[in-house]
């Protein structure tokens, strides 16, 4: 059997390309995402006869900023109220696409290592 046959029929292959290709599938179906940390915070103003500088209830906010690394710089997005939801999903499905390509890092190497295997033995066998 040639070695491109012996990869094919081998249970172990066939049972990591197809968990491989259902977690590149469910990859396909994640929405726009976005990594990062969302800070929420809440914060005296400009005026100086304003309450929020009495007590800490009367604090302006919650305010919301979502603070990403880019080339190692920090950039800071204040969040919208209207966007907070939607940040937070964005968040969400970095952590989700994060998880499936360090599965899909695993398998992969699962299955070269399995290959790896496959053609050692063969060489003792002979
Ligand atoms: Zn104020």
Redesign the pocket.
């Known amino acids: 059997m040639s070695i491109k046959n012996k990869f094919k029929n081998d249970k172990q292959i066939i049972f990591f390309w197809s968990e491989f290709k259902r977690i590149r599938k469910e990859i396909l179906n994640v929405n726009p995402f976005r990594n990062g940390s969302i800070l929420k915070r809440k914060q ?2 400009g ?1 100086k006869n ?4 009495k007590d800490k209830k ?1 604090l ?1 906010g919650p305010y919301y900023s979502w603070t990403t690394k880019k080339l190692k710089k920090t950039q800071t997005i204040i969040i919208p109220p209207e966007l907070i939801n939607e940040a937070n999903e964005y968040l969400e499905n970095a952590k989700i696409i994060k998880n499936k390509i360090k599965q899909l890092t695993k398998i992969s190497d699962d299955i070269f290592r399995r290959k790896v295997e496959i053609i050692r033995n063969q060489k003792i066998k002979k």
């Open positions: 005296i103003c005026n304003c309450r929020c500088r009367y302006h």
